[in-house]
């Protein structure tokens, strides 16, 4: 897909990764661009061919409202994510419901409304924006890692369900990148802007998945190995005990 003339969505378009997506897609021509976000009052863009619209990934009538809305939509970029810190054991079982809602069962709501649209419009791609923590887990991370992991698979699952009709599913992988959600975060980040362009590289070219960084190829490598030798290392790596 060359995203000239394409018209798109991303969720959670207002601040960090989302909104260098659609900064991206209006550098490269896209006709229009609905950015969404819980609050659109939020939504600062000053280029006519952003759409502002309101969608909230635990709210499911907002998404059906959505999609009745961008009903000439070809591109899906599910972006919108939250990171609660919450811990697997200890943590609040409330704030762990809330990253799965968001990161699985929100993002799935968003494909599930949208599928016919795009398959209306001929097709279309959906892009999930994932992590390097789909595949490994971290310390503070627990809930985060496992709604990222149930997203990875949802995407490979969707892609497989979606290929009848012309769609393609992309997923995007990264480590961390220079965004309010990782602010306290002390070591290497990537540009979020690297993550919109390499997607966006990636639909041209057909891949069905992107890895941004280093660190997340790295990671991806290290599945064929021993666990315990990888973990050693992430222990090493970030510091932890």
């Keep these: 897909m060359n995203v000239t003339d394409q018209i798109?969505?991303?969720?959670?378009?207002?601040?960090?990764?989302?909104?260098?997506?659609?900064?991206?897609?209006l550098e490269r021509g896209a006709e229009t661009v609905y950015a969404t976000a819980r609050r659109p009052e939020t939504l600062d863009f000053d280029d006519r061919r952003v759409v502002p619209l309101r969608l909230d990934?635990?709210?499911?009538?907002?998404?059906?409202?959505?999609?009745?809305?961008?009903?000439?939509?070809?591109?899906?970029?599910?972006?919108?994510?939250?990171?609660?810190?919450?811990?697997?054991?200890?943590?609040?079982?409330?704030?762990?419901?809330?990253?799965?809602?968001?990161?699985?069962?929100?993002?799935?709501?968003?494909?599930?409304?949208?599928?016919?649209?795009?398959?209306?419009?001929?097709?279309?791609?959906?892009?999930?924006?994932?992590?390097?923590?789909?595949?490994?887990?971290?310390?503070?991370?627990?809930?985060?890692?496992?709604?990222?992991?149930?997203?990875?698979?949802?995407?490979?699952?969707?892609?497989?369900?979606?290929?009848?009709?012309?769609?393609?599913?992309?997923g995007v992988l990264l480590g961390a990148a220079d965004t309010d959600l990782m602010a306290d975060y002390d070591g290497h980040k990537i540009d979020p802007r690297d993550v919109a362009r390499r997607s966006l590289d990636g639909l041209a070219s057909g891949s069905i998945e992107v890895i941004v960084d280093e660190w997340t190829a790295m990671v991806k490598a290290s599945l064929a190995d021993d666990p315990a030798v990888f973990y050693a290392k992430m222990t090493e790596l970030l510091g932890a005990s």
């Design 8 to 25: 798109a969505l991303v969720t959670g378009a207002n601040r960090g990764i989302g909104r260098q997506f659609v900064l991206e897609l």
């Design 57 to 170: 990934l635990l709210d499911h009538d907002s998404v059906v409202t959505a999609a009745g809305v961008a009903r000439d939509v070809t591109l899906i970029v599910n972006n919108a994510g939250i990171s609660t810190g919450a811990g697997l054991v200890t943590g609040d079982l409330g704030e762990l419901r809330r990253e799965m809602d968001t990161h699985f069962w929100g993002t799935l709501d968003v494909i599930r409304e949208f599928a016919p649209v795009l398959s209306a419009n001929g097709g279309g791609a959906v892009v999930n924006v994932l992590s390097a923590l789909s595949w490994f887990a971290s310390p503070g991370a627990g809930g985060y890692a496992a709604a990222k992991a149930a997203a990875w698979n949802m995407t490979n699952g969707v892609r497989l369900e979606l290929a009848g009709q012309g769609t393609l599913v992309q």
